[in-house]
C-alpha cells in the first residue's frame, strides 16, 4: 500500500517554495495509477519521493506498507528501495556494464545463484525483444534499447511498487502497447504501478484511475473510465 497524508517536499532552502504541496493519495497494493500533469507539475519529484531518493519535508509517506520517518535510517530505506522498481526518464543505466549486467543487478544484490541470474536476465530480455543485444555495452545502445534495458531491469526482482516515468518516450508504439499491457498484468498479479507520462493515447488505451498534478498540487484524483 502507498499512502501520503499532507505530504510536502521542497529542494533545499526553505525561500523557494515547496516543489511538492501537501498532497493526500493512497494507492492500494496492487493499484495502477497514471500520473498526469503539464511539463514541471512535480511528477518526477513525486515519483523521487516514492521512490526514496527524497523524503518529505512535510507529512507521512507510506511505502510498501512502511510508514517511512523522517531521520529514516539509510540502511532501512536501502531495504525498501530494493524492493522497489523504478524507470527513470534517463534510464541510469550503469554505461560500462553490458545490457545483461545492467539488468541483473537487482538480482545480484539479492545474492541470488549466478545460473538462476543468466536464466532470468536473458528470458526477460528476450521478452523486451533485446536476446540479441545481452552483451553489448549499454553506452551502445539506441534511445528505444536503453529504455526498455531499464524496464527489464526495473521488474527483473519482481518489485512489491514499479515506478516508471514516462517510460515510453523512446518506443514505438507497438513496443509502447507490450509494455502497457505488461504494467496491466503485474498489477493484475499484486504489483502496484505508478506511471507518469504525456502519451494521451496511451492512457487512453489502458482506462485506469489517475493522479493529476498541477503546479506542485494534486489537482484531480479521477476514475479515467468516468
Ligand atoms: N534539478 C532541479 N533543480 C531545480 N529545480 C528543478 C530540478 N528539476 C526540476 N526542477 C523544478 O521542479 C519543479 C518540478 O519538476 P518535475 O518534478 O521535474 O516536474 P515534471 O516531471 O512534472 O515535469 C519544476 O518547477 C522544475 O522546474
Ligand atoms: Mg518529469
Not at 501520503?4 to 517536499?9: I, T, Y
Request: with cysteine.
Amino acid at each position: 500500500m502507498i499512502r501520503l497524508d499532507n505530504v510536502s517536499w521542497r529542494r533545499g532552502k526553505k525561500e523557494s517554495g515547496p516543489v511538492l504541496a501537501h498532497l493526500s493519495f493512497a494507492v492500494p497494493q496492487g493499484g495502477f495509477r497514471w500520473l498526469l500533469g503539464p511539463s514541471g507539475a512535480g511528477k518526477s519529484s513525486l515519483l523521487s519521493l516514492l521512490h526514496l531518493e527524497n523524503l518529505p519535508t512535510d507529512g507521512q509517506m507510506t511505502i510498501l506498507g512502511k510508514t517511512v520517518a523522517q531521520d529514516e535510517k539509510r540502511a532501512a530505506l536501502v531495504r525498501l528501495r530494493h524492493r522497489i522498481g523504478m524507470v527513470h526518464q534517463d534510464y541510469q543505466l550503469m554505461p560500462d556494464l553490458s545490457v545483461a549486467d545492467n539488468v541483473a543487478l537487482p538480482l545480484r544484490l539479492q545474492n541470488r545463484p549466478e545460473d538462476e541470474i543468466q536464466d532470468e536476465v536473458h528470458a526477460i530480455l528476450k521478452w523486451v525483444g533485446l536476446g540479441e543485444r545481452v552483451d553489448v555495452p549499454a553506452t551502445r545502445l539506441s534511445g528505444g534499447e536503453q529504455q526498455r534495458t531499464a524496464i527489464a531491469r526495473a521488474i527483473i526482482h519482481r518489485p512489491g511498487l514499479v515506478l516508471a516515468d514516462e517510460p515510453t518516450n523512446a518506443l514505438e508504439e507497438s513496443q509502447a502497447c507490450r509494455l502497457l499491457d505488461m504494467f496491466a498484468e503485474l498489477s493484475a498479479m499484486g504489483t502496484t504501478v505508478i506511471v507518469a507520462t504525456h502519451n494521451e493515447s496511451l492512457v487512453r488505451r489502458l482506462e485506469r484511475p489517475f493522479l493529476f498534478l498541477e503546479r506542485g498540487r494534486l489537482v484531480e484524483e479521477g476514475d479515467a473510465q468516468a
